[in-house]
């Protein structure tokens, strides 16, 4: 499926891509960080997500049964239970949009390397330092529902969260310091634009990963603004009206009422969710497609087998967010359809990161044969 | 590197630092503190409810509706500045294929950028005021963004197969 080996005589592209360029570690690093961010999401979704959401709703309904029969000492257990398993999704779910956001963000620094005015000994020295943020925060994050404030010196943070805001500083610092390059480089005025085929190539594959982004962001945009205006407020004026029926009708004894409230608030949950994610899915989505455009001069790979892999990342692109706003009236069928569309998406992936990973190979083998 | 696509690029990787900075900011000073309060509040509610005091109840979810409000803001601007931030770099990358005069890629840009701007600023500016005010901005800013990005699209859709950086 190789389509060419780079030339010894470095095109402009291959030779921004030598080992270990800033480039190569933010492009490889960045998509690795991206499958993994999903690869987890994936798993989150088929085997925590569900069974997570019944556990809470069992545990705020045992908690409401308490009030009813007016013992507040469960009340405080039960709750205790729900902020647990709360915790628990609010983590994983931080872990997963963080590491595909520092991957999305490695990316896109990879894509501005020409206009970062550094030598490249330093470009790489922050190219590490935002890796290494980016591996740490989530990490952190993981490691906050199991670690809690075991030992931590600090009364409400503890200290996976001490590492994982480390984390976060490190992926800070080197953003700032790329930004310093790229100012360096417009304060030098510079007359020409440095030279990066990777900018100005558009083969076919990547006008077709472009115009598909494109097209997805804009529909994520319109369904955010549909959300807000429709949802948003409605569903915050639920939530609290329910919890006020739901408490109301304990102190009251109402036994029916906390079980009618009970159900509207969980409908209420999974509305709110499937609609949130399917706005943040579709354009996370629709951004990759529009980043990943612009590395498939870098995608060591048959033009059929490029189109093939362009076609699987936009049909999962479009089959998750809408099959998981479906996921209300259809159920575990429109779920099911979701995590394959998802999963298409992360083979499509792999499958280019494998293609670059070739190029890099095929890079490499050139310049060593002259050496 | 042209006038429209130093705004974006310039622009896109400055949000995200500023994005990041709030975050860190508000993981570190904030969120434990805005998620207990939350949390305690509506436990404290089914506590009352358990005792029968309704007064202290309503009271209770008042306060947690008040904190959630809150932290669900904090978030989701941390989460629109960096996302929009993202959005404004690979735009700034693909912006020389769109075909339009260099002024009016310029407006583009601008636009693309106060809206990334100002939507988030608006969503933070709301755990300040309930009033009209920043709900406006919110919905000015997010139509700014969805016009720019709709002149964009169609710029790139109209535009040369690829042109030199």
Sequence with gaps: MISSTPSTALEPAAAAFLRPSA?????????????????????FAVFVLHQNAARVGAGLSAAAHAALAGDPVEVGAHFADVGSFLENRGTKVDVHVHMIDFGYLALLLALVQPWVAYRERM????????????????????????IGLVHSPLQAIGWASIFADLGGVCVLLATAGFLVGVYRYLAARRSSSPSDD?????????????AGG??????????????????????ENLDYSILLRMATASA????????????EYG????????????????????????????FQPYVCLREEWKQRWVSMLLL???????????????????????????????????????????????????????? | MSGARQILVIGGIALAVIGMCHGTWYAVFAEHQALDRAGGSVAAAFTHAAQRQPAQLAASLEEYREAKYRHERQVDAHGHWIGLAMLLIVLGVAFDRVAATERFRLILAIGLLTGAVLFPLSVLLQTISHGPVPRGLAIASSGLMIAALAGTALGLALGPAGEKA
């Design chain 1, 316 to 371: 999962g692109s479009t089959l998750l967010p809408v099959c998981v706003l479906f996921e209300l009236r259809y159920g575990l069928l429109a779920g099911g359809i979701a995590d394959v569309g998802g999963l298409i998406v992360i083979i499509a992936l792999l499958a280019m990161w494998i293609g670059i990973v070739r190029y890099t190979g095929a890079l490499d083998a050139a310049t060593e044969i002259p050496s």
């Design chain 1, 198 to 210: 990777l900018l100005a190539t558009a083969s076919k594959a990547g006008r077709r990963l472009l």
């Design chain 1, 214 to 235: 494109v097209i997805l962001v804009l529909l994520g945009f319109a369904h955010g603004a549909y959300y807000a205006a429709s949802d948003l407020y409605r569903h």
């Design chain 1, 123 to 146: 470009k790489r020295h922050l190219a590490r330092l935002f890796l290494i943020g980016s591996v740490v925060l989530p990490v952190g994050v993981f490691l906050i529902h199991y």
């Design chain 1, 252 to 263: 009251l004894q109402d036994a029916v009422q906390v079980d009618k409230s009970l159900a």
């Design chain 1, 23 to 43: 480039r190569r570690l933010l492009v490889l690093g960045g998509i690795g960080l991206i499958l993994v961010g999903m690869i987890f999401g994936d798993i």
């Design chain 1, 267 to 294: 409908q209420l949950q999974g509305d709110k969710a499937v609609k949130i994610a399917a706005h943040a899915h579709i354009i996370e989505f629709g951004l990759l497609a529009m980043i990943l455009a612009f």
